[in-house]
Each structure stands twice: as C-alpha cells, then as structure tokens.
C-alpha cells in the first residue's frame, strides 16, 4: 500500500478549480460581503445621498448630503430645512426616469455605496453642482471638487447662505447637541 502512495502526485491531493468556485461562492453568498450587480429600476428617495432601489438601501459614493434634520440659512439669513430641500429636488431630478447604479463598497450600515446616474448624468455631481450635497473628500479623493467650487462660487443652494458640513453636524449631534444648535457653525464643532 505504501507503494501506491509514492506514486500519486501532489496535485492528486489539492482540490479542483470547481471546488474553490464552490468554496468561494458559498463564503460570499453567506458573508454579505459581495456586491450586487448593477442596480437599475426606479428609485425611493430616502434622504439627499441615499435612495432604494429594488428593495436595496443605495448611498451616494464620494458626497454627503445635509441631515433631514439639519437646518442651513438661505440668502436671507432665515433657517431652512436643507436636507429635506436635497432630498425633494433630488426627486425632482430624477423624475420617475430609471436609475442606473454600480456599486463600488458597502458601508458601516450595510448598506451598498454606488456611483448612480439618470439620463447619464452623474446623480452625486449633479447634487454637488447644485450646491445640495457637498463632496466628501474622505472618500471621493476631491471627485466632485470642482463641482463644489462652482456652485460655491455662484452662491447656488447651500452656499448661498451659511451651513454645516453634514460630517460635522452628525459630530455635534453624536455630542448631544441639538440640531438647531448643531446647524450653526458656531456651535457645530465642540
């Protein structure tokens, strides 16, 4: 018997390129990790950078819309709900047409970050330029930059008057502050 042994190869004893498939599908079916195929169908706004589509929870890749909570000041000193305003004109801007979306991560809440289109125009640059979100650096590495120094330099929606980066009023929130407290700059950064 020990004769037959020696004669195997080693590869007699390595598993098949189908059972690492196998192995590989079944660890990322059961862990959650894997990432959709592209998502397109019409979509439910949730907030400014989130949305669902076909049943799944889509964030916004590389910006960060204002809080449904948080308050910004128009041109008129007033306070306004800006986070509601990106959410109904986001809406608007996609106007029952498909959403298209390609998924790039999952983020801390599962759910699945994604670069998304309408009509071919990138939603999140869309958002920026509109002045309704703002590009988040930390994880678009200052994709939508320009966007936001033009709509920043034209006054358009949220820099037309005084706001809070959306980071730094769920930071002053997380700190138990207010929102209208956390919306204004002075107090936003404890």
């Not at 950078?49 to 008129?76: K, Y």
């Not at 703002?134 to 330099?153: C, I, L, M, T, V």
């Amino acid at each position: 018997m020990s004769g037959l042994r020696s004669r195997r190869s080693a590869s007699d004893h390595l598993p098949t390129i189908s059972a690492f498939r196998t192995i590989a599908l079944v660890f990322f079916a059961s862990s959650g990790t894997a990432l959709a195929a592209s998502l397109i169908g019409q979509s439910s706004i949730i907030d400014g950078d989130t949305l669902e589509i076909h049943g799944t929870r889509i964030r916004l890749w590389g910006i960060d819309a204002p809080e449904s909570s948080q308050l910004c000041r128009g041109e008129d000193s007033l306070p306004y709900r800006c986070g509601a305003k990106a959410a109904n004109e986001l809406d608007r801007f996609i106007a029952g047409r498909p959403v298209s979306c390609e998924p790039v991560s999952r983020d801390v809440y599962g759910r699945t970050v994604a670069r998304c289109s309408v009509g071919g125009a990138d939603m999140a640059e869309w958002l920026v330029d509109s002045g309704l979100a703002f590009d988040w650096p930390k994880y678009s590495n200052g994709k939508y930059d320009k966007a936001q120094r033009e709509a920043h330099k034209i006054g358009r929606g949220v820099w037309a008057g005084s706001s809070v980066a959306p980071w730094s009023y769920r930071g002053c929130i997380n700190q138990g502050g207010r929102p209208r407290e956390c919306s204004d700059d002075a107090n936003a950064h404890p």
